[in-house]
């Protein structure tokens, strides 16, 4: 199915054309992410009833999980970067912050609040 797509310019002038919508595999491999960073443990608690075990999050790595969900979503939504669909992601990471800050916006807008997809 072809999604429909919007053209943004960025603070530079730059055009960037995104996907409107998440398919549902995409949408599931952004959640994903967020729970690839955390480990869990289980930890003695004790209570009325005696000493349970209870799970609990020993560890997560933000920063790994932000890195790679911006990645993922600049991947999965951003089809153009200044005319060009080759090295998306690449190049707007050379890109001054700004830009890259503006497309992830934008992107990120969409992951939020979808455009519901026109069925033909």
């Avoid at 990645?71 to 669909?85: C, F, H, K, M, Q």
């Avoid at 830009?99 to 916006?105: A, G, I, Q, R, T």
Wanted: net charge negative; proline share 4%.
């Amino acid at each position: 199915m072809t999604r429909e797509t919007k053209t943004l310019k960025t603070p530079a002038g730059k055009e960037f054309i995104l996907n409107c919508w998440l398919t549902a595999r995409e949408a599931r491999e952004l959640k994903e992410i967020t729970f690839k960073h955390i480990k869990f443990g289980m930890e003695n608690v004790a209570g009325r009833d005696g000493v349970t075990q209870s799970p609990t999050m020993k560890e997560y790595d933000a920063a790994a999980t932000m890195r790679e969900k911006d990645e993922a979503t600049i991947r999965l939504l951003v089809i153009s970067y200044d005319g060009n669909v080759e090295n998306i992601l690449e190049r707007l990471l050379d890109s001054p912050a700004s830009e890259w800050d503006s497309v992830l916006s934008a992107a990120n807008e969409i992951v939020l609040n979808p455009t519901e997809p026109k069925l033909q």
